[in-house]
C-alpha cells in the first residue's frame, strides 16, 4: 500500500509540474507570437523564462544602476555573475508570468512592465527599479557600514545617496533624510582636501532633491549660509560627467567635475 502510495504521489507531483510548465510556456508563447510587443520585450521574457543569466545579460544597457551604496554594475559578464542576485523568484515570476496587456509603451522612456515598478527598456534593459529581497538586505548592510564612518552625532536618520570626489580632491557625500517630515530633506557634507573625511565636515549644506524633466530624474540643490547655491546635476548634458553648479553669492558661477566613489574606499585611500 505505501509504495502504491507514493507511486501515486510522484505522478500527482510530475503531473502538476508539467502542467505548470506548459501553463508558463503557453504565457510565454502569448508574449512571443503578439505582434504588438517589440522584439526586445521577447527577448527579456525568454531569458528569465529560461534562467539564462548570459542571454539576460546580453540584454541590458551599461552601467546597470543600483542604489548607492551597492555598485553600479559595469558589464555584461558582471551582470551574468550578478543575475541570480538581482532577478529572484518574485521579478521572475512577474515577467514570465506577464500578458501582452500588462506591457505599456512611455512615448520616449520605453516600455515597461505592470506599474513600472520593475524594468524600463528600450533598445536595451536601461534601468531595473526593482530590489530583490538579498539586494534589500545588502543595502541595509552596506548603509549602515557607510553611517558607521561619520561622527556619531551626524548618522541618525540619514540614508547615504552618493558620494563623489572632486578634481580638486575634495570629497562630498549626498545623504537623504529617513524620516519624511523632518527637515532639512537632504544634505550635503563637503571634505576639502587634506580634511579628515572620518571627522567633521569643512561644510554641511542643507538642501533638496527637485525632479527635472518628464523622468522626474533628481537633481539636488543646497543652500549655503553665505547664500551660495549648490546645485548637483548627475549627468551633464551629454550625459557622461557629473558635476556641481555653484552660484556664489556675488552672482558668479563655477562648475566642480565630479566622480562617483565609494565613500568607504574613498576614506580608507
Same mark, same amino acid.
Given at each position: 500500500?505505501?509504495?502504491?502510495?507514493?507511486?501515486?504521489?510522484?505522478?500527482?507531483?510530475?503531473?502538476?509540474?508539467?502542467?505548470?510548465?506548459?501553463?508558463?510556456?503557453?504565457?510565454?508563447?502569448?508574449?512571443?507570437?503578439?505582434?504588438?510587443?517589440?522584439?526586445?520585450?521577447?527577448?527579456?521574457?525568454?531569458?528569465?523564462?529560461?534562467? /539564462?543569466?548570459?542571454?539576460?545579460?546580453? =540584454?541590458?544597457?551599461?552601467?546597470?544602476?543600483?542604489?548607492?551604496?551597492?555598485? /553600479?554594475?559595469?558589464?555584461?559578464?558582471?551582470?551574468?555573475?550578478?543575475?541570480?542576485?538581482?532577478?529572484?523568484?518574485?521579478?521572475?515570476?512577474?515577467?514570465?508570468?506577464?500578458?501582452?496587456?500588462?506591457?505599456?509603451?512611455?512615448?520616449?522612456?520605453?516600455?515597461?512592465?505592470?506599474?513600472?515598478?520593475?524594468?524600463?527598456?528600450?533598445?536595451?534593459?536601461?534601468?531595473?527599479?526593482?530590489?530583490?529581497?538579498?539586494?534589500?538586505?545588502?543595502?541595509?548592510?552596506?548603509?549602515?557600514?557607510?553611517?558607521?564612518?561619520?561622527?556619531?552625532?551626524?548618522?541618525?536618520?540619514?540614508?547615504?545617496?552618493?558620494?563623489?570626489?572632486? /578634481?580638486?580632491?575634495?570629497?562630498?557625500?549626498?545623504?537623504?533624510?529617513?524620516?519624511? /517630515?523632518?527637515?532639512?530633506?537632504?544634505? =550635503?557634507?563637503?571634505?576639502?582636501?587634506?580634511?579628515?573625511?572620518?571627522?567633521?565636515?569643512?561644510?554641511?549644506?542643507?538642501?533638496?532633491?527637485?525632479?527635472?524633466?518628464?523622468?522626474?530624474?533628481?537633481?539636488?540643490?543646497?543652500?549655503?549660509?553665505?547664500?551660495?547655491?549648490?546645485?548637483?546635476?548627475?549627468?551633464?548634458?551629454?550625459?557622461?560627467?557629473?558635476?556641481?553648479?555653484?552660484?556664489?553669492?556675488?552672482?558668479?558661477?563655477?562648475?566642480?567635475?565630479?566622480?562617483?566613489?565609494?565613500?568607504?574606499?574613498?576614506?580608507?585611500?
Amino acid at each position: 500500500m505505501q509504495n502504491i502510495l507514493s507511486a501515486i504521489l510522484l505522478i500527482s507531483a510530475c503531473l502538476l509540474t508539467g502542467c505548470s510548465r506548459q501553463g508558463s510556456e503557453r504565457d510565454i508563447t502569448a508574449i512571443e507570437q503578439n505582434d504588438s510587443l517589440p522584439d526586445i520585450v521577447k527577448s527579456v521574457v525568454r531569458a528569465v523564462a529560461e534562467d /539564462d543569466s548570459t542571454g539576460f545579460a546580453s =540584454l541590458v544597457s551599461y552601467p546597470l544602476h543600483r542604489p548607492y551604496p551597492l555598485r /553600479d554594475i559595469s558589464d555584461a559578464a558582471e551582470m551574468s555573475r550578478y543575475y541570480h542576485t538581482l532577478v529572484d523568484d518574485s521579478l521572475r515570476r512577474v515577467i514570465t508570468g506577464s500578458r501582452p496587456e500588462e506591457w505599456s509603451e512611455y512615448g520616449w522612456r520605453g516600455w515597461s512592465v505592470d506599474d513600472g515598478s520593475y524594468l524600463w527598456l528600450d533598445s536595451l534593459i536601461y534601468d531595473i527599479p526593482y530590489l530583490s529581497r538579498r539586494e534589500t538586505a545588502e543595502l541595509a548592510k552596506a548603509r549602515a557600514l557607510d553611517l558607521e564612518s561619520l561622527p556619531a552625532d551626524l548618522r541618525a536618520d540619514w540614508i547615504p545617496v552618493a558620494a563623489l570626489k572632486a /578634481d580638486n580632491g575634495t570629497l562630498l557625500r549626498i545623504d537623504s533624510r529617513q524620516s519624511a /517630515d523632518a527637515a532639512p530633506a537632504m544634505r =550635503l557634507l563637503v571634505y576639502n582636501k587634506g580634511t579628515d573625511p572620518r571627522g567633521k565636515p569643512s561644510r554641511i549644506i542643507p538642501g533638496s532633491a527637485e525632479p527635472d524633466g518628464s523622468m522626474g530624474n533628481p537633481v539636488y540643490v543646497f543652500n549655503d549660509t553665505d547664500n551660495s547655491i549648490w546645485t548637483y546635476l548627475p549627468w551633464s548634458a551629454d550625459s557622461t560627467t557629473p558635476y556641481f553648479s555653484v552660484e556664489n553669492s556675488d552672482g558668479s558661477i563655477s562648475e566642480l567635475n565630479v566622480s562617483p566613489v565609494n565613500w568607504i574606499e574613498a576614506i580608507q585611500k
